[in-house]
Every structure is written in structure tokens, then in C-alpha cells.
């Protein structure tokens, strides 16, 4: 069974600072999503990592895999309270001889950026 | 372009009764996958419906079933309804590769049984 681990599941940074939140899967998969949820909202895809070392760059926020580590991760830069949201990593695996994938969540990491 | 769109938004059941929740997808995609994100939670895959059949399916008991319409929108079906069942329902669709373009998830359906 596949499994998806995030780190921290909770984040509490001032405005202007620097972390990387972690996300650890337990099966091979070259294909990981970043997904960011404010809330009582739905999910907003940020990024889709596909390949061993591809490092992806939005505005403040970078994700990067290493599919040999199984890891992924997501560094905020100087960060502004409008990141204030509960990011989720997700892992696509195919199940069965269809050809069809389905996604496997973390847990989530609730960021809150404090002036 | 309309994203994914959900109804209803809000739900309110008791125990034992039997609720259905609609999905229409994005414009030009025709997978839609279910999600069930109890609080605090990630989203748990319940099942995924292409070209009106079932094609994959989480860890989720028979009381979860599903439609595929023609028009490519979905419904997703729960009977006897369990405490456990409260959470947000969410809808989510993308192209016809075997699930493995990006999905576009919808606003959801928040289902409070009581």
C-alpha cells in the first residue's frame, strides 16, 4: 500500500523567513502533484513534478523531486501571509493493468504565515 | 471556460439515509475521479469513472457507487449513511490518459450527517 508522509503537519513562520516542507512516498512513482487548499475551499494544483530532479518555480514557491530518495519537497521563500494555506502533496500509482492511475494524498501541511 | 462544478455546496442527512452528489466536468475533460477529505484530513480516492464505467476504485465499502453520464458528469451515490460519512465530497476531472494528466478538482460538497 501506498504511502505518503508529510512534514510538519503544522508550520507556524513570520513573514520574510524561509522553510521546506517534506513529503516521503513508500512506493516508486516518477509523478508527484503539489496541491494548495484554502480553507472551506477546494484544491488548487501548484505544481506536477514528472521526472527524477525536476525542480518547478511559482512566485515564492519552488518543488523539487528525487524519485531515487523517494522525496519530495517544497522550499518557501521569504514568505508573505498571503501562503497562508494547507499544502498537499499527492502520488499517482497505477493500481491495475488499465493503465488508469489514481492519486494518494498526504496528510497536509497547514502553513500559517504571521506578520 | 467553467472549471469542474459540484452540487449541492452544502448537505445535511441522518443515519441510514441515502444521498446523491453531482459533478459536472471541466470543458474537454471526460475522467472524473471522487474524493472523500474528512477534517483535518487529505483527500481519500474513492473511485474513478472513463467513458461511463468504473475504472478504478479506493478502499471505500459498496454503500459508494456511481454514474458516468453520457455528457461526461457524474454522480456519486451513498446509502445507508454512517456518522463516519460526514466530510467534503470532492469531484475532480482531466484528460482521457489513464489518469495521469493533472485533475482539476471542483468547489466540493460538504455532506454532514447526523
Known amino acids: 500500500e501506498l504511502k505518503v508522509e508529510q512534514n510538519p503537519l503544522f508550520l507556524s513562520m513570520q513573514e520574510g523567513k524561509n522553510y521546506t516542507i517534506y513529503c516521503n512516498y513508500s512506493?516508486?512513482?516518477?509523478?508527484l502533484y503539489w496541491y494548495r487548499q484554502d480553507p472551506g475551499k477546494s484544491l488548487e494544483s501548484l505544481f506536477v513534478l514528472l521526472s527524477n530532479g525536476a525542480v518547478k518555480q511559482e512566485g515564492r514557491l519552488m518543488a523539487s523531486l528525487d524519485t531515487k530518495a523517494r522525496l519530495s519537497t517544497l522550499h518557501i521563500t521569504a514568505a508573505v501571509h498571503d501562503l497562508s494555506a494547507t499544502y498537499f502533496c499527492?502520488?499517482?500509482?497505477?493500481?491495475?493493468?488499465?493503465?488508469?492511475?489514481?492519486?494518494?494524498f498526504g496528510k497536509g501541511t497547514k502553513l500559517s504565515v504571521i506578520p | 471556460d467553467a472549471g469542474v462544478t459540484q452540487s449541492p455546496t452544502h448537505l445535511i442527512k441522518t443515519r441510514g439515509q441515502q444521498v446523491t452528489l453531482r459533478c459536472s466536468p471541466k470543458s474537454g475533460h471526460d475522467t472524473v475521479s471522487w474524493y472523500q477529505q474528512a477534517l483535518g484530513q487529505g483527500p481519500q480516492f474513492i473511485f474513478q469513472?472513463?467513458?461511463?464505467?468504473?475504472?478504478q476504485r479506493g478502499n471505500f465499502p459498496d454503500r459508494f457507487s456511481g454514474h458516468q453520464f453520457p455528457n461526461y458528469s457524474s454522480e456519486l451515490n451513498v446509502n445507508a449513511l454512517l456518522l463516519g460519512d460526514s466530510a467534503l465530497y470532492l469531484c475532480?476531472?482531466?484528460?482521457?490518459?489513464?489518469?495521469?494528466?493533472?485533475?482539476?478538482f471542483g468547489p466540493g460538497t460538504r455532506l454532514l450527517v447526523l
Open positions: 499527492a502520488v499517482d500509482m497505477q493500481y491495475s493493468g488499465a493503465g488508469s492511475y489514481q492519486l494518494t
Open positions: 469513472y472513463y467513458e461511463e464505467e468504473e475504472r
Open positions: 512506493t516508486t512513482s516518477d509523478r
Open positions: 475532480a476531472s482531466s484528460l482521457p490518459t489513464g489518469g495521469r494528466e493533472t485533475q482539476y
